[in-house]
């Protein structure tokens, strides 16, 4: 097979096919191109094109995040690989396996006035759970231990906990010779495995009262049938409260936070059991953290001890479904308790944004959901969604960048519809993500229009200033329909025409009243 005759290169390639990667999301420089040749004539990837490379990683997220699997990020030296960091940063606190490949130039040429060379080695190490330089050589000797270079950073992104990784490749001129050539032979995967003992909790559950009070809190999740299973027998038999977000993919829980509602007027738990995610809302991690002599056990592998509510007490490095399911056979009912938090915390009839966007849920049953930051993860905390949905929101660093990016590149990789509800200012921000190609007919989108960042007029940081309007309101000048008719998206103002929409990705228009968002504080 001709491809790039560079070893390192091929050694990238053959390791990446080794470790699941099939995808990978590349954008066009010259220094990438022995990479992007490279894994496009070895057959065995899936390539897509995207020229922005902060809207490329964010599609990458969300084709990682729908398929469950490792996917490759490709892009040139300079500044490209700095706009990656945003998404990696994403992943990173999601736990979502990124793999970044960025092009480099040799390392002689870093500081010498070369163009579009900066000091790119390393420079993610705060996003990523690990990264290498890997050097253009070609010797037996440097192949190995650019094997086993390459086999420990794809590992880290891989593995128990899984997250985003960098390769800086090294490459000289010149930049595409072709030959007839192979995977080097030090090409191998080097398996590490980390076998986890069986564990019976027993000096967990010894230090627990059958008699407590426990309150479990889940936010950001994969979906997990039997954590579900067990965590509804809980709250069903009156174990526990559980507060489970839309973000959890946990169904059928409290996940509402009705503005008004005191927490201070809740009986306070002897026991929160935290699962997944940060958390949106901020009232009950405040109010947790205001209350004195209870007990936080973390559950779930970490890399360092999260004190979320000052109260941690056991972090448990184990499946959350097999703790809970140790917890259910020794916990007694403590029905008043969960009666009563069970009462306060019940759904306030959906008017308004609610119920237009609840709507929406309904009329697509089979669809996955998206949410940006701001408002709209927000307002997704009042809605029933169908028990097989995923609900998915970039909660890992809960920034706006790359929203919309995320939900088009989950919807590339799922089979199944997806809709994306984003606010304006949201959707302004990542512009790039209409001008992707191959944006799926199945891809709708929802911009509420509440003219510009709506949360800083509910919040009580900024909402009393006289700068609120000018500077973080900000209104963004974002012609909608223009852009829906440029990029081939159809454009409604509609649900029901909306809803209906075939053969193409189509945007909903949604106004909504500035101030809105003062409903969900």
Known sequence: MESIDKPTVQLLAGLLKAYGVRRAVVSPGSRCAP????LSRSGDFALQTVIDERS???VGLGMALATGEPVALVCTSGTAPLNYAPALAEAYYRRVPLIAVTADRPADLVDQRDSQTIRQAHALDAVVRHSVDIADE???RYLRLANRLMNEVIAAAVGRIPGPVHINMQLDAPLTPLAEVTVPAECRRIFAETPVAGYDFAAVLAG???SARVLVVAGDLAP???LNDVLHRLARDGKAVVFAEAQSNLRGFISDFPKGLSFDTREKPDIVVSIGGSLVSGRLKAWLRRQHGIRHISVGADDCLVDTFFALDTALDCEPAAFFEALDGHLAPQTAFVAAWRQALAAAPRTGVAAELQRLVDAMPGADFHFSNGSSVRYAQLL???AAARVECNRGVSGIDGS???????AMASERPVLFVSGDMSASYDLAAFAL???PDSFKMVVLDNGGGDIFRAVGTTRDLAECESFFVAPPRFPLEALAAAYGFAYYTEIDTFVKHTGSPAVLHLKVAAGDAKKLF
Request: glycine share 6%.
């Open 437 to 439: 190609r191959g944006v």
């Open 56 to 58: 490329a990683a964010f």
């Open 138 to 140: 070609r010797s037996p």
């Open 404 to 410: 919309t990016s995320t939900a088009i590149g989950y």
């Open 224 to 226: 997990d049938p039997c």
């Open 35 to 38: 990479v992007t040749v490279a």
């Open 208 to 210: 627990i009262e059958p």
């Open 384 to 386: 029933d969604f169908p």
